[in-house]
């Protein structure tokens, strides 16, 4: 039969392995809120993902992606009026909302390296490769 002794060691090691648990997972977490907006926006597109549109895919597409990105700023704002909004926020539409701001960049991108005329009247809607 363990004496009393060793039922005391043994729970002072397991409220330090607990400890020291809790504090990794802490450490861990706290970890996951530095991470830049702008390089999880990038983390959610592949490079050169919008290479092969012409420019007048590349301008439809930069429409049709700011519109959503209005629509999700006016979801966000909307949501983070009420209780727990910012965990709705984060669990709804956060994702989302990088992965169109993602998008958008490499669509900057594409549109750069095209040297495409970005809302030009001069514009003949042609693409140069």
Same mark, same amino acid.
């Given at each position: 039969?363990?004496?009393?002794? &060793?039922?005391?060691?043994?729970?002072?090691?397991?409220?330090?392995?607990?400890?020291?648990?809790?504090?990794?997972?802490?450490?861990?977490?706290?970890?996951?809120?530095?991470?830049?907006?702008?390089? /999880?926006?990038?983390?959610?597109?592949?490079?050169?993902?919008?290479?092969?549109?012409?420019?007048?895919?590349?301008? &439809?597409?930069?429409?049709?992606?700011?519109?959503?990105?209005?629509?999700? !700023?006016?979801?966000? /704002?909307? /949501?983070?009026?009420?209780?727990?909004? !910012?965990?709705?926020?984060?669990?709804?539409?956060?994702? !989302?909302?990088?992965?169109?701001?993602?998008?958008?960049?490499?669509?900057?991108?594409?549109?750069? &390296?095209?040297?495409?005329?970005? &809302?030009?009247?001069?514009?003949?809607?042609?693409?140069?490769?």
């Amino acid at each position: 039969m363990p004496n009393l002794r &060793d039922r005391s060691k043994q729970h002072v090691v397991r409220r330090g392995i607990g400890a020291a648990s809790v504090a990794f997972l802490a450490a861990s977490l706290g970890a996951c809120g530095t991470i830049s907006e702008q390089s /999880a926006a990038s983390a959610f597109i592949a490079p050169g993902k919008f290479q092969i549109y012409s420019c007048q895919d590349v301008d &439809d597409r930069v429409m049709t992606l700011r519109t959503r990105q209005i629509e999700l !700023e006016q979801l966000m /704002a909307r /949501a983070s009026q009420g209780a727990g909004g !910012e965990f709705i926020n984060t669990v709804a539409y956060r994702s !989302e909302y990088l992965q169109t701001r993602g998008e958008l960049a490499e669509l900057k991108q594409a549109s750069a &390296d095209k040297q495409c005329a970005v &809302d030009s009247k001069f514009s003949s809607g042609r693409a140069v490769f």
